[in-house]
């Protein structure tokens, strides 16, 4: 079995530096090395996960093979590392309090006094670990959300410190941290680092590596002032400079050494060779396109950055495979009438309905797609945006009027999406929720199984309302093609219009599967469309 190390990657001065993308970075070099890594996500907050967690306050919901609802920042370990998440991969401090609140119900403490230390932090400790000990990895990074100093992190540092100490040189501690720059004196300052570390020290946990977040270069004299101040060596102390794309990190943190670092902080033996030519070979295909497209991405939360992160990566990822900058081009469907939809779209190559739940802006994501339809502009609909496909064909090509899906019309006569009838007399949300992976048969033929190249496919899911098989026959009649079906429970997973260049709207979310190493099949063929309609539209 493997003897696995532990790097714990913390944040300071303020949040959103990326600590994520560094810890990511880390996973990539380390993998080019030859080892095994995998990463986790331990957030501070009391919800048990960010299943229920507006998207204004937490931005996408990511979601792993096993159907946990996660943080965004598992889709960033995914989509770098190539390697999938579970359920361990992310812990809240809501589950930890949950698991250690259900063991004194059951009388496993014997009666003690349940108390944060050692009880709490036992428990963290035992999460942090439960990846190491399946033998699967050297490495487990562990990155730790939120800000050193902020009250809900207290645990979290306090379980690094007595990791530290139990496994001595088996532990690292990486710090990420702003190193802000006035303008006005025309000089980087180091005070905001000294001080996130000062707060790291009281709560006693000395960083091994300083990772450096800026906008000018750090020169010798910063870092060596960083190093004396901050109890590090020089080596340790990592410029991180803002880059244009995410992508270009791993090859930053390559040249700042920050693997070669937490090899010999780790006594580990460091490998002289390092294989990233695939991830070269891609970076320069995405700095480097030869065309642009430009696609609508159609939703009610356009406005926030990462409330579809997965959606937009997955889309440079279509791109590249594509050798093509893809312009997202946000429509807020809220917005969307049915007077301006050729100003609207008038400039786009292709339209792409996202997913969501809840009525808000429903009738706009229909509009956009009868738009795609009557214009043959190629249409990509993710889960709700297949569902909203589904009524907008049932509407206006079947001729159902006030055809809806149950679950934003409960009284319509033509419930065209619904609960299947073993979930309707569930009264837990909860138990309704279609998580996770599950099968899907593809139609020999189909468009889908062109892009594909197998008949039987797994792919994530986050649903609760289906296609109503009552009404297959009427679709397939009228040229809708059901290419897709889960093969367990009978399920619509597929749809695609025949008449269509390129129409297809899935129940499932095929973001959350593109990786750098592999861009997912339905991306790279709609961005393939997509350049197709702006060359025969002559645009």
């Not at 009284?411 to 998580?435: C, F, W, Y």
Request: charged share 25%.
């Amino acid at each position: 079995m493997k003897k696995t190390k532990y790097i714990f990657v913390t944040g300071g001065v303020t949040s959103s530096l990326g600590k994520g993308i560094i810890s990511a970075s880390l996973a990539k070099l380390l993998q080019g090395r030859g080892f095994a890594v995998t990463i986790q996500k331990l957030d501070p907050y009391i919800n048990v996960d960010p299943g229920t967690l507006n998207p204004y306050e937490h931005g996408e919901c990511y979601v792993t093979e096993d159907g946990a609802e996660t943080d965004l920042d598992l889709g960033h370990y995914e989509r770098f590392s190539n390697t999938p998440t579970s359920q361990a991969n992310n812990v809240t401090t809501g589950r930890i309090y949950q698991t250690v609140i259900e063991k004194e119900r059951k009388g496993e403490f014997l009666g003690t006094t349940v108390q944060v230390i050692p009880h709490i932090t036992d428990e963290i400790k035992r999460r942090i670990q439960l990846l190491g000990e399946t033998g699967k990895y050297d490495f487990v990074i562990t990155e730790i959300g939120g800000t050193v100093g902020d009250i809900e992190s207290f645990p979290f540092i306090e379980a690094i410190r007595q990791m530290r100490w139990e496994m001595g040189k088996d532990c690292a501690v990486i710090h990420l941290t702003l190193v802000p720059y006035l303008s006005a004196a025309g000089e980087l300052k180091t005070k905001p680092t000294q001080h996130s570390v000062k707060t790291m020290l009281e709560q006693g946990v000395q960083p091994d590596i300083i990772v450096c977040r800026t906008e000018h270069h750090l020169n010798e004299s910063v870092r060596s002032k960083i190093a004396q101040f901050c109890n590090v060596e020089l080596s340790s102390v990592i410029e991180s400079i803002d880059a244009g794309s995410i992508y270009e990190v791993p090859l930053l943190m390559l040249e700042e050494k920050l693997d070669v670092e937490v090899l010999r902080k780790t006594n580990t033996a460091i490998p002289q060779h390092i294989d990233i030519e695939n991830w070269k070979s891609f970076l320069n295909r995405l700095l480097n396109p030869l065309n642009t497209v430009t696609i609508a991405l159609v939703g009610k939360y356009v406005e926030l950055k990462d409330a579809y992160k997965s959606i937009h990566e997955s889309l440079i990822h279509g791109g590249v495979a594509n050798e093509c900058t893809v312009n997202v081009k946000h429509v807020h469907s809220e917005l969307i009438e049915g007077e301006n939809l050729e100003d609207i779209f008038r400039d786009v190559d292709g339209i792409l309905v996202a997913p969501g739940f809840g009525p808000r802006g429903i009738e706009g994501k229909i509009s956009a797609i009868r738009y795609a339809r009557e214009n043959n502009i190629p249409f990509f609909g993710i889960c709700l945006g297949m569902q909203c496909a589904v009524v907008e064909f049932s509407r206006n090509v079947l001729g159902y009027r006030d055809a809806h899906s149950s679950e934003m019309n409960p009284a319509t006569s033509h419930p065209v999406i619904d609960l299947i009838p073993e979930q309707k007399n569930i009264e837990n949300m909860g138990g309704t929720m279609r998580l996770g992976a599950y099968n899907c048969r593809l139609e020999a033929g189909s468009k889908a199984f062109e892009l594909y190249g197998e008949l039987l496919i797994s792919e994530r899911h986050r649903h609760r309302y289906e296609f109503n098989n009552e009404y297959r026959k009427a679709f397939i009649e009228n040229g809708m093609h059901l290419s897709g079906i889960n093969p367990e429970n009978d399920l619509v997973e597929i749809i695609e219009l025949s008449s269509h260049p390129w129409y297809i709207g899935v129940q499932f979310h095929p973001e959350f599967k593109s990786t750098v190493a592999r861009p997912h099949p339905l991306f790279k063929g709609f961005i393939a469309a997509s350049l197709q309609y702006q060359k025969s539209s002559g645009r």
